[in-house]
């Protein structure tokens, strides 16, 4: 199974680390679009 970048994206991690900043908000308005993620979604739902 190929890795997503999804799981090592450094601006995910900042995004999560303070959910209240304007990364954070961009980081959420990209995943609403982005094909990568919802894949990323998808496999994850496919290993549990």
Known sequence: M???TC???P???R???K???W???LWRWHTSWCPGWKAYQQS???RS
């Open 2 to 4: 190929a890795q997503h």
């Open 7 to 9: 799981e090592t994206c």
């Open 11 to 13: 601006l995910r991690k």
């Open 15 to 17: 995004a999560e680390a």
């Open 19 to 21: 959910p209240n900043s």
């Open 23 to 25: 990364l954070a908000r």
């Open 44 to 46: 994850l739902s496919a």
